[in-house]
């Protein structure tokens, strides 16, 4: 079946995009396989270079970027002018810092006797990506392998086939050659094929709990490494000292973010019941009064969201909370119309009976848990089968420091919303997946980690 490229703001089709033939994705392994054994003779410091050029090339198409995601996907082109300058930042972070994280570093063994840990290529990096984040979830992927000179196959979403496409002209235009990297249009048997190329040697996908399964389970049977960022139910603290002028603001950022459809979105609001009333307060009215509408226009404050079936599901979630006890604090939810809108909704008194409360919520719908201290906050914040991000607000950074180190997850942000850096490692546990994307840990989660020994 063909990639569809729907626009979420018209419901309507822009492009169809065929799926590749077996003997094309022969061809496609073959050369990333010539590129894997061309690129163990040439210096890190060529391709270093090569990825500046890159950044370069993403920095001057930024504007075309955000466009293709605006109709793939239905970000804002302010948010998709964002997530290009991230994945501009990520390039040169790994351009500047990867060859001095690279060097060998030297150990000691048995009373002074020397060792060295080589970091080398191991091949092909199978890469499974989701709409939500086209170009920036690629680039996690693609540029510390790129940097190692491990080549990178690709499987995207296909709502996004056109941001796909797009991806790879710029890395033909960028010159970092034949092999490096390849968009393929492939179904679900053909990516499990290429998993079971001999060739292959590493997964990493960005998905769902269910599609980490399947992944993971492929890559196990052909005893591969692979790396899995999943889902989140992430918790958004508010303490009753913080600042609640900046933790109101934070929240509704943080939750409404890329329409809601952020595995590290602010899902639960986890409020101190000292200050419940007034956080509450804050954040009802932006929610209700929010701006939906074009992700082209920069005034939009809110993007439909990726799909018709994202809003069905949705609403079906929230329907099913109701039921099960929930109360509406915000009343929103799917907007009669051509696009895919789906206006907020703050839900309270979930309990741990009701579905919702284990759920993670894809889109514009948040949880208010009103909680007595911070015993209480550490508690209902580790009660979930995510550990993806988090955040906690305090005016006493100490209090917030401690509490922080108390919930299981895989980032917590203090007295600011979780966000993406090149420099910070970036992944979690639990059911939210494994591995590490991004810093230092991110460069070496695909290399073979070598340690030559001296007698």
């Given at each position: ?173 960028a ?54 960022e ?10 009753d000292?913080?600042?609640?002028e ?9 939750r ?9 979105s ?19 009215q ?6 939906l ?21 949705l ?86 420091h ?54």
């Amino acid at each position: 079946m063909a990639y569809k490229v729907i626009n979420p703001y018209s419901g309507k089709l822009v492009k169809e995009y065929e799926l590749m033939s077996d003997d094309e994705i022969a061809e496609k392994l073959d050369q990333a396989e010539q590129f894997y054994k061309a690129q163990k003779k040439v210096p890190v410091s060529q391709r270093a270079k090569k990825l500046l050029n890159f950044a370069e090339v993403l920095e001057q198409n930024q504007d075309k970027l955000a466009k293709e995601a605006a109709i793939n996907m239905g970000k804002r082109v302010a948010e998709g002018r964002g997530e290009v300058l991230l994945c501009v930042n990520l390039v040169r972070y790994y351009a500047n810092k990867g060859p001095s994280l690279l060097e060998p570093k030297p150990y000691k063994y048995a009373d002074g006797k020397k060792a060295l840990l080589e970091h080398h290529s191991i091949g092909i990096v199978a890469s499974i990506e989701p709409w939500n984040f086209p170009y920036s979830q690629v680039i996690r992927v693609l540029a510390p392998n790129y940097l190692l000179g491990n080549p990178v196959v690709l499987k995207h979403a296909g709502i996004v086939a056109g941001c796909a496409k797009l991806l790879e002209d710029l890395a033909i235009e960028a010159d970092l050659g034949d092999g490096a990297f390849a968009n393929l249009f492939v179904s679900h048997k053909q990516i499990a094929e290429i998993i079971a190329d001999e060739r292959v040697q590493g997964v990493a996908l960005t998905g769902s709990e269910d599609a980490g399964r399947i992944i993971a389970g492929q890559a196990g049977k052909s005893l591969i490494k692979s790396t899995m960022e999943l889902g989140g139910s992430d918790v958004f603290v508010i303490l009753d000292d913080a600042d609640l002028e900046l933790a109101v603001n934070d929240a509704i950022g943080a939750r409404l973010r890329n329409a809601g459809q952020v595995c590290t979105s602010a899902k639960r609001y986890v409020v101190e019941e000292r200050v419940a009333e007034k956080f509450i307060s804050g954040i009802k009215q932006k929610f209700t009064d929010i701006k939906l509408g074009d992700p082209l226009i920069e005034n939009t404050e809110l993007a439909p969201l990726s799909s018709k079936e994202a809003v069905e599901g949705l609403q079906k979630q929230v329907e099913e909370a109701i039921a099960n006890g929930a109360d509406v604090l915000v009343q929103g939810g799917p907007v009669e119309g051509d696009g895919y809108f789906f206006k907020p909704v703050v839900l309270t008194n979930i309990k741990p009976e009701n579905p919702a409360y284990y759920q993670e919520f894809f889109g514009p719908v948040a949880q208010i848990h009103v909680v007595p201290d911070d015993e209480a906050v550490i508690e209902l914040a580790n009660d979930s089968f995510f550990g993806l991000a988090g955040a906690v607000y305090s005016q006493n950074v100490e209090r917030a420091h401690a509490v922080a180190s108390e919930i299981e997850t895989g980032q917590v942000f203090i007295n600011r919303p979780s966000g993406a850096h090149p420099e910070l490692p970036f992944g979690g546990v639990k059911h939210s997946g494994y591995g590490r994307e991004m810093s230092d840990l991110g460069l070496y989660e695909f290399a073979n980690e070598k340690i030559i020994v001296f007698n």
